[in-house]
């Protein structure tokens, strides 16, 4: 069976966006993924389909319904029942190479993409949502975020990208950022490729490219190279 993301949404027409063109487009209709949305406001309350209401204590915003996103979570789980159920957050853990690696060896993910201040506290450990973040700032809205994630899977599923070489040596894969690419022409604007990319000598041009990969991780990202201790579980 495809690897399926299901997302819950206020906003369906946002999918599939960048989704449907290029690797992953071209996946999805060779049937290695499947995309399917679901409408929140179905679950909502009244004639009005109301998803949302003001936060308890008072503050700026809304948030959205317990009662509105238990049933669409219950929903969901009855059309993924195996995928882990996410909620886009920025409170969520850090979403990086190796969690898109390890959710993309499972059966696919449900996502809840959130909007205005965010949802109430009590779905999160009713129904089991593990909290996701694409990074330290703050979105409008869960759907980009929904689709970085399921973009970072998508490429590295069986049958995705041509050569498996292209997944191997790039940035985090390896542990450290990749070394920098260059192709024709030889020369632009008085920059030439460097002179060791053209020798033909494929040990030189290896130990040239850890080099660089190296003095870029110290350079721009030295965390990746000495990373805190990871919690135990
Ligand atoms: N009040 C929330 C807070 O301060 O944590 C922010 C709510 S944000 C305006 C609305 C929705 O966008 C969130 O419910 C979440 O789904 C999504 N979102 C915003 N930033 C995100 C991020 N960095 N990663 C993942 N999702 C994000």
């Known amino acids: 069976p495809p690897w399926r993301a299901l997302v819950l949404t206020l906003f369906p027409d ?17 049937g290695i993924w499947s995309l399917d949305t679901l409408q929140i406001r179905d679950f909502g309350l009244g004639k009005h389909r109301q998803v949302d209401d003001t936060p308890a204590g008072g503050g700026a915003g809304m948030v959205l319904r317990a009662d509105v996103l238990g049933p669409a979570l219950d929903h969901a789980s009855t059309l993924s029942p195996d995928a882990p159920l996410i909620y886009l957050s920025p409170r969520g853990t850090p979403l990086t190479q190796s969690l898109a ?20 506290e009590r779905v999160i450990a009713a129904k089991g949502l593990k909290e996701v973040s694409i990074g330290d700032y703050v979105l409008a809205g869960g759907e980009v975020a929904a689709m970085v994630l399921i973009e970072a899977c998508i490429r590295l599923l069986p049958g995705v990208l041509g050569a498996s070489e292209s997944l191997t040596s790039e940035s985090f894969e390896t542990g450290l950022l990749e070394y920098p690419q260059f192709t024709k022409p030889r020369d632009w604007q008085g920059r030439a490729i460097p002179d060791i990319l053209l020798s033909g000598d494929h040990k030189k041009i290896e130990a040239w490219r850890r080099e660089q990969s190296e003095k870029l991780t110290a350079d721009r990202r030295p965390d990746l190279l000495h990373p805190p201790h990871q919690k135990r579980s």
């Open 101 to 120: 690696r390890s959710l993309a060896e499972g059966p696919g993910v449900t996502l809840l993409a959130g909007r205005f201040e965010g949802i109430d």
């Open 14 to 30: 946002a999918f599939p966006g960048p989704l449907g063109v290029s690797l992953a487009g071209q996946a999805r209709d060779a």
